[in-house]
């Protein structure tokens, strides 16, 4: 579980060279899946603007260093949320938004598993470009 490969991590003075490879690994599958889509990288947040707004899939660490989730967000001209229905309340979204039947989000990606586990990655970028980004990029053409 989880919790174990935290505490074998957190003993491991390997850990923070892993814990940035995985993270660069991270920003590199996504740069190849959303920059083809027009994206363009600036520090952890890929974005794309257009006259109806801007929509960002941003790459957020937890604080604790264990693991780095993908929120995506989207800003009107006039600087608010979209008008849209299905837009949460707190204005951001995570891929558990378009994967509830999973038992986790599959775009909170822990560090070791990234490395260990390649099918950790390539699941959530699954659902970031074949449901998350199409939702998303709709709100460009509203």
Same mark, same amino acid.
């Given at each position: 579980?989880?919790?174990?490969?935290? =505490? @074998? &991590?957190?003993?491991?003075?390997?850990?923070?060279?892993?814990?940035?490879?995985?993270?660069?690994?991270?920003?590199?599958?996504?740069?190849?899946? #959303?920059?083809?889509?027009?994206?363009?990288?600036?520090?952890?947040?890929?974005?794309?603007? @257009?006259?109806?707004?801007?929509?960002?899939? =941003?790459?957020?660490?937890?604080?604790?260093? *264990?693991?780095?989730?993908? %929120? #995506?967000?989207?800003? @009107?001209?006039?600087?608010?949320?979209?008008? =849209?229905?299905? *837009?949460?309340?707190?204005?951001? #979204?995570?891929? *558990?938004?378009?994967?509830?039947? !999973?038992?986790?989000?599959?775009? @909170? !990606? &822990?560090? %070791?598993? %990234?490395?260990?586990?390649?099918?950790?990655?390539?699941?959530?970028?699954? %659902?970031?470009?074949?449901?998350?980004?199409? *939702?998303?990029?709709? !709100? =460009?053409? #509203?």
């Amino acid at each position: 579980d989880l919790a174990a490969r935290k =505490h @074998t &991590a957190a003993h491991d003075p390997t850990f923070p060279a892993r814990r940035e490879a995985a993270y660069a690994a991270i920003i590199a599958a996504l740069g190849q899946a #959303l920059e083809p889509l027009g994206y363009t990288l600036k520090g952890s947040t890929f974005s794309r603007a @257009t006259p109806q707004g801007k929509s960002a899939v =941003h790459l957020q660490r937890s604080r604790y260093g *264990w693991d780095a989730q993908i %929120v #995506l967000r989207f800003v @009107t001209p006039e600087g608010g949320a979209p008008d =849209h229905p299905d *837009w949460p309340e707190d204005d951001d #979204l995570t891929l *558990w938004d378009f994967a509830e039947d !999973l038992p986790g989000d599959p775009g @909170t !990606l &822990a560090f %070791v598993d %990234v490395l260990d586990d390649p099918a950790t990655l390539a699941r959530a970028l699954e %659902v970031l470009t074949a449901q998350a980004l199409p *939702w998303l990029d709709a !709100l =460009h053409t #509203l």
